[in-house]
């Protein structure tokens, strides 16, 4: 391809509007999230707690606002004020839960559908992380960790509003806590904003800004598209293991044990197991 058409086609991927076919992509695919996790109950829940199920519902396709807006201390429901997408949620959410003979969720989940949900809601992520990043960098201009951390809570707010939405729907699971156990989706956000930090911070990166964000697009949609169709569970794994070996302790607690034994307190805790 022309390198001027290349950059041209990344100019107008930086110009796309959200509203409304990826708004609506982001919400269905939310949806189908708490949908799978309600498993067999979800018709059940919804009948009887309508409201809690839109709340719900609502606070995972608006958690990386609601996060992002909380830590940086402005006004935690600003985004329930654009009615326009409020509007958008509220029709996915009705599709999803309430079409009779539940059409909605049958149609959604069919893999063509849910392909093209899932393409459109991870241009939906890469955008919402370079607004994470760029907002936090006006705020505090010199603080990479918050702008990695803005970022990485914008894209991947569902996952870090796990508990609360469960929580609205009566259940409470702190083993799901983010930080435990950090999902792919959080794993990429966090990559995503250390690129967008080092390519508006420093001079590491010469690519112009439409190249470098038209990548982390290619980058989030390829890798879900590797999930969805190949089964490819987390990418990241290997390169986390070999990091743990080598600088958390893995090499050199394998050779404290094959030189010097395993120490009394370990031996102490496995009988008491």
């Not at 018709?43 to 707690?49: A, G, P, T, W, Y």
């Not at 997408?85 to 909605?104: H, S």
């Not at 439409?210 to 590797?226: D, E, P, Q, R, W």
């Amino acid at each position: 391809m022309d390198p001027e058409k290349f950059l041209d086609l990344a100019n107008q991927v930086t110009k796309l509007k959200m509203y409304p076919y990826f708004d609506f992509a982001h919400s269905v695919m939310c949806l189908l999230m708490i949908r799978e996790e309600l498993s067999t109950g979800a018709l059940q829940f919804s009948r009887k707690h309508p409201l809690s199920c839109w709340m719900s519902s609502m606070a995972v396709i608006f958690s990386g606002s609601l996060l992002a807006n909380l830590m940086m201390g402005e006004p935690m429901l600003s985004p329930f004020k654009n009615n326009n997408a409020l509007l958008i949620a509220t029709v996915a959410w009705y599709l999803v839960f309430y079409l009779p003979f539940d059409i909605g969720l049958t149609v959604f989940k069919s893999m063509p559908v849910k392909v093209v949900c899932a393409a459109l809601k991870e241009v939906y992520r890469a955008k919402k992380v370079h607004d994470g990043v760029s907002h936090a960098a006006k705020m505090f201009p010199n603080a990479y960790i918050i702008m990695i951390f803005i970022g990485a809570v914008k894209g991947s707010g569902e996952s870090f509003m796990r508990i609360g939405e469960r929580l609205i729907r009566g259940v409470w699971t702190p083993e799901v806590m983010e930080f435990l156990r950090p999902s792919v989706d959080t794993k990429a956000c966090v990559v995503a904003s250390m690129i967008f930090v080092l390519d508006k911070k420093t001079d590491l990166i010469s690519a112009p800004h439409a190249l470098v964000y038209f990548g982390i697009v290619i980058f989030f949609v390829y890798f879900k598209m590797s999930s969805l169709l190949l089964g490819i569970a987390d990418p990241f794994l290997p390169f986390e293991n070999l990091f743990s070996a080598l600088f958390l302790g893995g090499v050199l607690d394998t050779l404290q044990q094959t030189f010097y034994g395993r120490k009394k307190s370990d031996d102490s805790e496995e009988k008491k197991d």
